[in-house]
């Protein structure tokens, strides 16, 4: 194994290897730590996490358990992967982690980047933007667990960490990986080791990349990853690995509340059986995982079952049943929804939402995740088993009509 990435989701971390399948690398993603050898085809290993809301002490512990197996395969270089929304509280997790991560690494010169400008999110004078707006104008100032209102990236890394935060400007950027190189020197001479770095292009990407080749450890949204299989081109195998879809039937589970979720739930309704559970039905115990199984699985076509809710709904919620209970019993909700469905013959399962996705995940419990084709910039299609295949779309990404292209593309060739 030559890059040993750790994602603190499991959506992000199939981005991510998304990115680097389709750049040449033979990837793989496994479902927490791994607790046997990596097999020996395998270019490029992403230990997915579900650690991107939890506490922080439990963060760190997990990320650096997952930091010694990567180490243990041989790997050369490390990254720590994050949303290109950088979600993430005052206190943390990711500037926690970078640096506990950079402390066992004794690495500097880290790289903080989420640009990811395929999906519309770039970085520039220090500043995340999701698009045209500012992050915190974009609607993540409404997310129910890392709500994102300062969009300068120097500060609200700093508000995280226990050093300073320096930054890479895009006037170096774009002079090149030798000027990306002397502004990292002269940053490191300052005292700053996580370095914002601004890029506003795929091209601003491959020159981080470039510039990060021979450092212990990059930090960034899935983005970044495009630049680092050209450091190591010379020992890849040029074998990334075949796809197969699935037949059998599809089902759709979204938890997430994002602008994007909202429009393909809205559009999905229109075209097939949809099922929303709210937080007070929920909580109530008038809708159960079994009974919205059994629903779903007496449906024709693709059936969706979403609590998509928008800001203010969500909100009332929270002041009503508790923020964290609410989250807790949707994650159970979910993972129990998506065992039943399985075992009830569904085949093809696709989720939306960090959080939902990683719940199902952790309950479906695959040892490891084979990269397929892109669905769209940033989802890829995976082989969860024998006889399983899934899609894990974060909130933020996707057209509308996303659930049916995925089931699409998800599906055998001959279906």
Known sequence: MLLGCIGDDFTGSSDLGNTLTKSGMRTVQYVGVPDHPAESDVEAGVVALKSRSIPVDEAVRLSLDALDWLREQGCEQFLFKYCSTFDSTPEGNIGPVAEALADALDARKVIVCPA????????????????DKLLNESGMENHPLTPMIDADLRRWLARQCRGTVGHIPATDVFAGPDAVRARMESEDAAGHRLLVADAIRDEDLRVLGQAAAGLPLVTGGSGIALGLPDNFRNQLSGQAGAWRGQEGRAAILSGSCSVATRAQVARHQGEAPALEVSADDLMSGAVTARGVADWMLAQDGLP??????????VRAAQKRHGRETIANAFERFFADTARALVNGGVTRLITAGGE???????????????????IDPGVPAMRAGKNLVVALKSGNFGGDDFFAKAARILGADDE
Do not use: M, N
């Not at 969706?304 to 709904?313: M, N, W």
């Open 116 to 131: 990811f400008p395929v999906t519309g999110r770039s970085v520039y004078q220090g500043h995340l933007f999701v698009k």
């Open 356 to 374: 939902t996705s990683g719940a199902v995940v952790e309950a479906l419990a695959p040892r490891r995740l084979e990269i397929g084709p892109e």
């Open 304 to 313: 969706l079952a979403f609590s998509s809710a928008d800001p203010d709904t």
